[in-house]
Nanobody
Framework: QVQLVESGGGLVQAGGSLRLSCAAS????????MAWFRQAPGKEREFVAR????????NYADSVKGRFTISGDNAKNMVYLEMNSLKPEDTAVYYC????????????WGQGTQVTVSS
């Protein structure tokens, strides 16, 4: 089992920045990828970014490339999402997720943190 807890959401004006954090606990040694997803009201959950837990291999959704940066510190069991140049369309609940080795899905999810960008 892996437990994930997000923090750092809030209300920010368009053009502003926020940094989300995700604390992982439990079987962190079995984590292959950590990712951020988001879900806006009335929309399906969508992929934002992911990072290989051992380092490197970063991937981003086209909608956030150049504005968001995912990073991790597996010594502290933390993953971060630095969000810059925020837009109202970035408003959503942001979720941290973990994919374990020998699996192909994100089975472990945090409870989510709300990000609201005002125009």
């Amino acid at each position: 089992q892996v437990q994930l807890v997000e923090s750092g959401g809030g209300l920010v004006q368009a053009g502003g920045s926020l940094r989300l954090s995700c604390a992982a606990s439990g079987r962190t040694g079995s984590i292959y990828f950590m990712a951020w997803f988001r879900q806006a009201p009335g929309k399906e959950r969508e992929f934002v970014a992911r990072i290989r837990w051992s380092g490197g291999s970063l991937n981003y959704a086209d909608s956030v490339k150049g504005r968001f940066t995912i990073s991790g510190d597996n010594a502290k069991n933390m993953v971060y999402l630095e969000m810059n140049s925020l837009k109202p369309e970035d408003t959503a609940v942001y979720y941290c997720a973990a994919m374990l080795f020998h699996t192909d899905q994100y089975y472990y999810w945090g409870q989510g943190t709300q990000v609201t960008v005002s125009s």
